[in-house]
């Protein structure tokens, strides 16, 4: 197959995957289930509370009404994956961006599934799960403020003219999108079905920490993967050194929050946060740089 007839074989495959009426459709499907999963929740927190079933994770997310809410939040970070995997080809910027926005969303998921656990009458400075109730509403309004000042500079990046160059790098991360979506879908399936093992088949149990982990580890890791192989990709199509520092930069980001799934209390925080910040700093210093070497132009 030629290059030509390649590129417009990538373009077809991914305009058909990630068109809008796909997107639309996994949206409208994404609601319908999050609210059947939410429901379904309740029901198995109802059922608990009467001894209908026993379960291993009775002291995680079936003692409170309000865990139910864990369940529409992970489906719906579902379909934040899938939007990232379709606005991959864009920039790095818009990636990096989704990414933000997504582990932001899991520390709000961690909020939820932690309030029930929250010890009222102990000492909040010596309670670990008051604590990380602390550290996760603190983090998660800073971090809300420092997405929206990336995005905020993230508008400001006029878009390239479309080059033959840049045409050949934007089908490369359609084709890495096009391998990512059925990895993802299998590496998420594969660790549903473990984790699901691993409550009601293995003696090991596992604490809320590590629920909240549970898939995004693999999808980080993943993620880390493609983003370097795009930015190996990238040496073949820019030799300008602001950009290549902001891409790398970029999967420092991704290496960080990758990172902050191994850790918890504060450390967990602190990594997400300082992976936002980094990030804002690199746009921000790629931004002055390119318009001060547009004044010397």
């Not at 809008?20 to 929740?41: A, L, M, Q, W």
Request: aromatic share 14%.
């Amino acid at each position: 197959m030629s290059k030509t007839r390649w590129q417009d074989w990538i373009e077809l495959s991914f305009s058909r995957v990630f068109s809008d009426k796909n997107k639309n459709t996994i949206e409208r499907f994404t609601i319908n289930v999050s609210i059947f999963g939410f429901i379904i929740h309740l029901l198995l927190i109802l059922g608990k509370k009467y001894d209908v079933f026993h379960s291993r994770i009775d002291n995680i997310l079936l003692t409170d009404p309000i865990s139910a809410i864990y369940t529409p939040f992970s489906i719906i970070l579902i379909y934040e994956i899938y939007l990232l995997i379709h606005y991959l080809p864009r920039s790095f910027t818009t990636s990096v961006s989704k990414q933000f926005e997504i582990i932001s969303l899991i520390v709000i998921r961690r909020i939820f599934a932690d309030i029930p656990h929250i010890e009222i009458t102990a000492s909040w400075l010596n309670s670990p799960s008051n604590l990380q109730l602390i550290y996760d509403l603190i983090g998660i309004l800073i971090l809300f403020f420092l997405i929206f000042l990336f995005n905020k500079s993230r508008n400001k990046i006029m878009p390239s003219r479309l080059t033959n160059n840049l045409r050949r790098f934007v089908n490369s991360k359609r084709a890495i999108s096009l391998v990512l979506l059925p990895v993802l879908a299998l590496t998420s399936a594969y660790t549903l079905i473990s984790w699901i093992h691993m409550q009601f088949f293995s003696p090991s149990v596992i604490n809320s920490f590590e629920l909240n982990a549970i898939f995004y580890n693999e999808f980080f890791t993943i993620l880390i993967l493609a983003d370097v192989f795009i930015l190996l990709l990238s040496f073949q199509y820019t030799e300008r050194y602001s950009q290549l520092i902001r891409n790398t930069g970029f999967v420092i980001c991704t290496i960080l929050i990758r990172l902050s799934f191994s850790t918890n209390g504060l450390t967990n925080i602190a990594l997400i946060v300082s992976s936002v910040i980094f990030g804002l700093l690199v746009l921000r210093i790629y931004q002055a740089t390119e318009h001060l070497e547009e004044k010397i132009a």
